[in-house]
């Protein structure tokens, strides 16, 4: 007579061959190694995701693309789960994972490698095969099939490996849809990635993020393959242009506005990340409608209708003053500007109070300084943006030296910033600022120079070569004001307002002008 199986044991063999055949089944299984502590939500948006990335891993969509928003476990089904479950039945297979930088990927790798060597997984399912000894590293592991899985990035070229599934997981990160590095990416994705493949006519590569820009990793994938199958998943509904796959699938809402995830995404939180991302990255991450390629990254009507006429006196006594220089000099016509503005910061709200902008000598600068710390003699900080010229280390090396005979001397906390960020990168930083209405700027008949002002921010857009020595001016200064404004900003919400955030400023209690 046979050995009686305990209900344990057959709840432990259902579990395992249900892993075996569903990548559903395999992911909750696999949920507490990957995620302890952390209850699994599911819904018709995560059971989507399953969906299509099982239809895959098994060949029914050689390429595929998958747009959802932060947050919804796409990692750990597609990035994670999947190879683990693929090798479950094809241990032969070779992934390469893709992620933005190379410290990302390995974590990632180092996660699956971590899968594939659990012991209670391995004592459940009895994989087919073992990790090979010598070659178990986080960034490549082998199993003694032939199988591997390697971690690879933008920077990290994979020469030498071709893959049987080939997934990118974020392969660029938010701060990198502007300037090089998103040029870089687009090369690495349209050459280097296309040679990665055993099979090079019939190719299996699968795309998954948070949309950024047009020509983010799904944009390529379906630039480069448009017969490629896209999951998009936005966070609130929009019943106008519902996703419907091969599957058979349909975004299930009917209501515009409708969460996709109701239980970790209550619709009453949206506005709250709206405000947080400002409208463009929201509407990139969240709503997966990317932004596109040389389009504004700065609008006019955060300028035109965040306006004041006088500064309150308390802000101008208890205030956080600072300059903000960014300097070209040679007094030519063909050189860039010199651009020295002042700014004020107070309870959550920040002034531009001044701007001097021309062509200006070494020593014409100094004298703008001298100026400008004897008008605002509450001065405490002095940003000068270090250029590969050199001219803004002049300025801060005589600034801090303090010349004998020079007043400039005065100047306070005087600080070199080395900027290792696009200039679109630092603009877009500030946006969701500039959009809240908390950074104002003075009426026109006041500033005449807001005129021009306004039109280099409206026309700016990161590219090289524009004029955007204000801009640079302006988003220096804003990113270093950031935390202090976060901060009063979140105090202010404790407090009585003083005065109203958003629309133009009239404001009574304080002397007329700056």
């Given amino acids: 007579m046979g050995r009686i199986v305990t209900r344990r044991e057959a709840a432990r063999e259902l579990a395992a061959r249900a892993a075996y055949e569903s990548l559903s089944a395999c992911t909750e299984l696999c949920w507490p190694y990957q995620r302890p502590g952390k209850r699994l939500v599911r819904g018709w948006a995560f059971d989507a995701l399953v969906e299509h990335v099982e ?53 990632f790798n180092r996660d699956r490698r971590d899968l594939v060597d659990n ?65 870089k990416h687009d090369r690495w994705f349209s050459e280097t990635i296309q ?51 091969v599957l058979g699938f349909r975004d299930p809402r009917e209501v515009d506005g409708e969460s996709f995830n109701p239980i970790r995404y209550p619709k009453t939180m949206f506005p709250a990340k709206r405000r947080q991302l400002g409208r463009q990255m929201y509407s990139a991450q969240f709503l997966q409608k990317p932004l596109v390629e040389g389009g504004a990254i700065l609008f006019k009507e955060w300028f035109d209708q965040n306006r004041y006429r006088v500064i309150p006196s308390h802000a101008k006594s208890r205030g956080h003053w600072l300059f903000s220089l960014d300097c070209t000099f040679h007094d030519g016509a063909g050189t860039d500007y010199v651009v020295a503005q002042v700014w004020l910061e107070h309870a959550g709200q920040a002034w531009l109070v001044h701007q001097t902008r021309r062509r200006m000598t070494f020593t014409q600068t100094m004298t703008v300084l001298e100026a400008l710390r004897e008008t605002y003699p509450l001065q405490r900080k002095c940003l000068i943006e270090g250029k590969a010229s050199g001219n803004g280390d002049a300025i801060a090396d005589a600034l801090t030296r303090g010349r004998p005979g020079e007043s400039a001397k005065r100047v306070r906390g005087v600080e070199v910033i080395k900027p290792q960020d696009s200039k679109g990168t630092r603009a877009a930083a500030v946006a969701p600022l500039l959009e809240a209405g908390v950074i104002l700027f003075p009426e026109d008949e006041l500033a005449p120079w807001m005129v021009d002002f306004v039109k280099e921010v409206e026309a700016f857009t990161g590219a090289p070569g524009m004029e955007d020595d204000q801009v640079d001016a ?41």
Wanted: aromatic share 8%; charged share 25%; proline share 9%.
């Fill in 55 to 107: 239809a895959w891993i098994i060949g029914l969509i050689p390429i595929l693309g998958i747009a959802v928003p932060p947050g919804s476990s796409k990692s750990t089904i597609a990035s994670r789960v999947a190879p683990f479950w693929a090798w479950l039945k094809h241990p032969e297979w070779r992934f390469i994972c893709a992620s933005y930088d190379v410290p990302t990927a390995v974590d």
């Fill in 119 to 183: 012991p209670q997984l391995r004592a459940l399912l009895r994989p087919p095969y073992r990790l090979r000894k010598g070659q178990r590293g986080a960034g490549k592991f082998s199993n003694d099939k032939t199988g591997y899985m390697m971690a690879t990035s933008p920077d990290s070229q994979a020469t030498g490996y071709h893959s049987t599934r080939f997934i990118l997981d974020d392969s660029l990160k938010p701060k990198d849809v502007y300037g090089p590095r998103l040029e």
């Fill in 195 to 245: 040679s990665r493949f055993e099979e090079q006519a019939t190719p299996h590569m699968m795309a998954v993020s948070q949309r950024l820009h047009q020509r983010d990793s799904v944009g390529l994938l379906k630039e480069l393959y448009p017969d490629a199958e896209l999951l998009i998943i936005p966070a609130e509904a929009d019943t106008k242009r519902p996703c419907v796959t």
């Fill in 474 to 514: 302006m988003t220096q200064a804003l990113n270093h004001l950031r935390a202090r404004l976060v901060r009063g900003a979140a105090r202010a919400d404790r407090e009585p307002r003083r005065q109203p955030l958003g629309g133009r400023r009239d404001h009574l209690d304080g002397d007329a002008g700056w």
